[in-house]
Every structure is written in C-alpha cells, then in structure tokens.
C-alpha cells in the first residue's frame, strides 16, 4: 500500500544501509552475479531518491568493502564499472536535487579514472546543502579505526598531543565519518545478521534492522517501513526510562 511520505515521524538523522544479496537474487534467476549488481544500482537510486523525497539529513550506503577485493576479478571489474556508471550519469541530478556526495574508505587502491569522479563528484556537490549522501567504498572499520589511532599516536610522539587529552570524542574526529552524526539506524538486507566491518565504532548505539529482502528487490516502501520501525523502537543509552527511574 502506498503511504504518504509526510506520515514518517521521528525520522532518524543518519540512516546506513548494508545493501546486500545482490549475488542471490541474480542467483535465483539463473543470471550472472553481475546482473544482481546492476539491479542494486536501480536500489541505490530509488532509495536515494527516497532519502531526498523526505528530507532525511544524512544517509550512508556500504557498497564495496575493503574485503570484497577477495572477489573474482571478473566480479570485481564489474562492480568498478557500475561504480564508474553510476559517478557519469548520476552526479548531474544529485547537483540538482542539492545533494552532498562524499566517499568514506581508501583512495589507495580504486582506479585512477574513478578516483577522479569521485573528486569530481565530491567539488561539484561539496556546496549543496541537502541530503549528505556518504558511499562507503573500499571501506572497513578496523582499518578506520587503526588509521585514526595512528595520527593520534604520531602526533602524541611529535609532541603535540598529550595522550590524556585523548576522549572517544577527540578520537571520532579522526575518524572518516568526522562530521556526519553517528548512525542512528543501521539497515541491512539481504538477510544476513552481521556488521561486515562497517560503521564499528559510529554504531555503537545505532538500532539495527534486518530486512530478509535482497538488495535489488528493497524498494522504496521498504525503506520507509524500515524508518517507522525505527521510529517505534525505544532507545535508552543505557540509562533507564525517567519513569523507572524513581
Ligand atoms: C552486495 O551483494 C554487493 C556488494 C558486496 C558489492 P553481494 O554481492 O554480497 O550479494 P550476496 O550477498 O552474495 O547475495
Ligand atoms: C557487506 O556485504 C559489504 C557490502 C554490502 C558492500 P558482504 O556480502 O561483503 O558481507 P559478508 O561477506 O556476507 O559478511
Ligand atoms: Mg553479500
């Protein structure tokens, strides 16, 4: 049933999503692990579209881990072209509907011509102030979390860093997520019931929604029952509801 967009409340400021299944609903056909990828990317787009659709400030897709370069190269240079298609003809319409385009992960490893629209991307949309949109790409926590430990330690051993000084929120700025909020809701689909190294630290207090659906069937509906999910769900941080408390 379609229901109106105005309907959402308590929307989350950060949602991240965990686009998964795409290899099992090609799978299901018959087809090619590939043809699962270029489904999701019609996924991407509906649920971005969405996003911008209800205002939602900030919203982070998972779409190539630091692992998945253990995939086949064939499925790797795959996804690299959906990734390239993807930056040609869709960063004209985030220009336009106000979007801010940003890549959390390693610039070490991908493709120089995609690295370049990315950058591309990133100066033509760094003015909007709409939806953040944030593709984790080559991206993994751990190593987030390591790099960030890094620069602080290097700086405590230049001396400009007195290792006390260092608090969980010194330590978020160091972080690639530095100025995004945390995540509120954590969404992934394709059934699986893990993080897969995304958003460690940042989820700390994220709830988290598993949808059974695999990526290139989660549609735009889904996504907003997700988000009503979230807005029943009761969040405590630890502290005990204010009528408990007595
Ligand atoms: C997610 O779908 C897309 C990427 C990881 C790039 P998968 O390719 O992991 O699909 P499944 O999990 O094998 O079905
Ligand atoms: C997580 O999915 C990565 C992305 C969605 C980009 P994976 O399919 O790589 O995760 P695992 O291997 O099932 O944990
Ligand atoms: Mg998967």
């Known amino acids: 049933m379609p229901r109106s967009d105005a ?3 308590n929307l989350p400021r950060h949602v ?5 299944g795409n290899g099992r609903w090609a799978r299901k056909r018959h087809l ?7 489904s999701g990317v019609s996924t991407v787009r509906a649920v971005v579209r969405a996003a911008i659709d209800i205002r939602l400030e900030n919203l982070t897709l998972y779409a190539f881990s630091s692992e ?20 040609r003809e869709d960063i004209e319409e985030l220009v336009r509907r106000n979007v801010r385009m940003r890549i959390i992960g390693s610039r070490r490893r991908a493709a120089p011509d995609i690295l370049a629209m990315i950058e591309d991307g990133e100066a033509r949309t760094a003015g909007n102030d709409g939806l953040n949109l944030t593709f984790a790409f080559d991206y993994g926590a751990q190593e987030e979390i390591a790099a960030a430990a890094r620069e602080l330690a290097e700086a405590a051993v230049r001396g400009e860093l007195d290792p ?3 608090t969980t929120s010194l330590f978020a700025t160091h972080l690639s997520t530095g100025e995004l909020p945390e ?7 394709g059934g699986e019931r893990r993080l897969s190294n995304f958003l460690l630290w ?3 207090y994220a ?27 009761e969040r405590r941080f630890g502290a005990v509801e204010p009528e408990a408390a007595a």
């Not at 991240?16 to 998964?20: L, P």
């Not at 998945?68 to 930056?87: C, D, Q, T, V």
């Not at 995540?183 to 689909?189: M, S």
């Open 7 to 9: 309907s959402i409340a």
């Open 16 to 20: 991240a999503i965990i686009m998964d």
């Open 32 to 38: 090619p692990r590939a043809a699962g990828h270029v």
């Open 68 to 87: 998945n370069w253990k995939r086949p190269a064939l499925e790797i240079n795959h996804l690299m072209g959906l990734f390239r298609s993807y930056f």
């Open 164 to 166: 006390t000084a260092i």
């Open 183 to 189: 995540p509120d809701l954590v969404i992934r689909t």
């Open 202 to 204: 940042q989820s700390a």
């Open 207 to 233: 709830e988290l929604v598993f949808a059974e659906t695999l990526w290139p069937d989660f549609s735009r509906n889904e996504f907003l029952d997700a988000l009503n999910a979230f807005a029943r769900r």
